[in-house]
């Protein structure tokens, strides 16, 4: 656990690149992402790049490759700075990560970069365990998540799944359009 | 010919289908559905929704005509203007009200939310037994505090004998 507390982007030893991120409608984004290989280069430069796009977007604190258009199950995460967070890890990326626990259901509304006009109730449990490689060295790590920190882990395992918080909503009623802009 | 947007309501007596009618009847006449929204009241049929597309008020009223030849569907047409919902820099609430029910809940607790110029994005209330619930979004202007409202709401409340919240919608963004 504490592997995935220490880590930080200096272990991808290079600076990413800030990435354009994809708006649905968008193909890349409902369809399943490409398991990938941890330790090649281009999923290292892609992790660096995940987490440099989203250090420059403000309020975001986790990022999927579909969203910056590429179809691999990479992501990342950093709740650290986000006023709901209790416990977190900091910034880490997983590679191939699923979800192997999960338990507590909690509803709550949820945006996402790339559906910047909707909003929507979304139910998702608040205690997981997730299983992943790293980027870089490709060891495997787990992580046991709870409340904001879960719910952003299950929102970027599901892009890395095709998957938007449209494909969870609670019900009809549950898409709002979204009223103030970030 | 350019689009005209229209706002078209169908309301009545529920059945299946009404919706897969409705919508393939407007997809023959090339109108395309923007946004819609239908739900049940007390077991009625009733859907509103907007569609754009080069059709006239006439051409749709004919082609959505044998939905109500039965007469337990009424249909509306009418053209609208295009008007964007946008972005007012207001922040959105949620208004919880439930209790007894009696005349003039809805219009005494609202009445608050428009005093302060809030305005409601959705509304639904329902009649369960002797439950009425108001669930209500909100979207406050900057500049409204939100706790002055909040206990004008709860005075209001308390004449009526109903319990009421308000809480913020802001979502989180991930």
Redesign the interface.
């Known amino acids: 656990m504490s592997r995935l507390r220490d880590w930080t982007e200096l272990e991808l030893g290079q600076q990413g690149r800030v990435l354009q991120v994809v708006r649905a409608p968008a193909d890349v984004l409902s369809g399943p992402g490409a398991e990938v290989d941890p330790t090649a280069p281009e999923v290292v430069r892609l992790a660096a790049d995940l987490v440099a796009t989203m250090r420059v977007s403000p ?4 990022l999927a490759a579909p969203q910056v258009g590429v179809s691999a199950r990479v992501f990342c995460v950093d709740v650290s700075a ?1 006023p ?1 967070t209790r416990e977190h890890h900091g910034t880490f990326v997983l590679c191939n990560a699923e979800v192997v626990e999960s338990s507590r259901n909690e509803k ?6 790339s559906v910047p006009d909707l ?1 929507g109730d979304v139910k998702r449990a608040s205690r997981i365990l997730v299983r992943g490689r790293l980027p870089g060295s490709g060891e495997e790590v787990e992580v046991r998540a709870e409340a ?1 920190e879960a ?2 882990l299950q ?2 395992i599901d892009h890395c799944a095709g998957l938007l ?1 449209l494909d969870r909503v609670a019900g ?2 549950a898409v ?7 | 010919m350019t689009d005209q947007l229209h706002a078209i309501t169908v309301l009545g007596h529920d059945r299946p289908g009404i919706i897969a009618e409705t919508t393939s009847r407007l997809a023959v006449l090339g109108l395309n559905l923007e946004d819609s929204t239908m739900t049940l009241l007390r077991g009625h049929f009733a859907m509103m929704l907007l569609g754009s597309g080069t059709a006239s008020g006439a051409a749709i009223e004919d082609a959505l005509a044998p939905l109500t030849s039965d007469g337990t569907l009424s249909v509306t047409v009418r053209a609208v203007v295009a008007d964007e919902s946008s972005a007012s820099g207001g922040t959105p609430w949620i208004l919880s009200v439930h209790g007894g029910d009696r005349p003039g809940i809805v219009s005494s607790v609202v009445g608050e939310v428009a005093r302060v110029g809030g305005n409601i994005t959705d509304l639904t209330t329902r009649l369960s037994g002797e439950l009425y619930v108001v669930i209500a979004e909100i979207v406050l202007p900057a500049g409204v505090d939100p706790a002055t409202l909040d206990a004008a709401i709860q005075r209001v409340a308390r004449e009526l004998g109903v319990g009421a919240s308000l809480r913020v919608a802001e979502a989180d963004d991930l």
């Open positions: 309020g975001c604190v986790g986000h709901k709550a509304r949820e945006g996402c970069m909003t904001f719910r952003a929102h970027e918080f009809a009623h709002y359009a979204r009223q103030t802009y970030l």
